[in-house]
C-alpha cells in the first residue's frame, strides 16, 4: 500500500531495484530503466487481486508464490510470480549482485519521517502473535543456491526496529508453513513511540 504513488490504498504487486543500497538509484516498477518485463500477463504495479483474493482477518487466507533467482548462464535476476515468469533486472544494473547475493530479506517495510506516529498499516495490521488468520505471514521461505537449488535459508535472524509498531516472529505455524515468519502491525498506538 503506497497512496503517495498509486493514489489510493490497494495492496498491490511490486518491485523496486537498487544498485547501491538506495543511495540515489533505482526505482520502483517500470518508471525508470532497469526491470525488463518479458511477460505482460500479470501487471507489474497492479493490484493483489489480480493474482488472488485478498485474506481477511479470521476469514480465508491466500497465497501468492514469488520466486526470484539468478540465470547461471546469463547473470540475470529472473523475477517468477506464480507460474509466470515476468521478466529480469539486468546483472549489469548491480554493483554488488553481478556475482551473487550475500543476503536475502523478508518482511514489510514502512517509510515514514516519524514511523511512531504513522496510522500506516504494515501486512493486515495486527502483530505476529496473533498468528495465522490474522497476522500477515510469508512461508515456505527458500533461498536458491549456486547449484540452481531451492534450499531453506541458514542462520535466520528476525529484526524489528519498531517492534512496538510492528513486529515478526516465526513460532507457532503449521508443519506445511516450512520456513516462515509472521510480521506486521497496526503502526501508531499507545505503545509505539
Known amino acids: ?44 504495479g497492479g493490484s493483489i487481486t489480480q493474482l488472488s483474493p485478498i485474506s481477511s482477518y479470521g476469514g480465508p487466507q491466500y497465497d501468492i508464490t514469488i520466486l526470484v533467482w539468478k540465470d547461471p548462464k546469463g547473470g540475470n535476476w529472473w523475477l517468477q510470480v506464480g507460474n509466470n515468469v515476468l521478466g529480469y533486472w ?20 514502512m517509510e515514514s519521517p516519524d514511523v511512531g506516529a504513522s496510522t500506516a498499516q504494515m501486512g493486515s495490521g495486527h502483530f505476529p502473535k496473533e498468528g495465522f488468520g490474522k497476522a500477515s505471514y510469508i512461508r515456505n521461505i527458500q533461498v536458491v543456491d549456486s547449484s540452481n537449488t531451492l534450499q531453506s535459508p541458514s542462520g535466520l535472524d528476525l529484526l524489528a526496529t519498531r517492534p512496538n509498531c510492528y513486529n515478526v516472529q516465526n513460532d507457532g505455524a503449521g508443519t506445511n508453513f516450512g520456513t516462515y515468519i509472521y510480521y506486521g502491525g497496526p503502526g501508531r498506538n499507545p505503545n509505539c513511540q
Open 1 to 44: 500500500v503506497f497512496p503517495g504513488l498509486y493514489n489510493d490504498s490497494n495492496p498491490r504487486l511490486f518491485i523496486y531495484w537498487t544498485r547501491n543500497a538506495y543511495h540515489g538509484t533505482g526505482c520502483y516498477n517500470l518508471m525508470c530503466p532497469g526491470f525488463v518485463q518479458t511477460n505482460n500477463e500479470i501487471t507489474i
Open 90 to 109: 539486468p546483472s549489469s544494473i548491480f554493483t554488488n549482485l553481478k556475482a551473487s547475493a550475500t543476503l536475502v530479506e523478508w518482511g514489510g517495510e
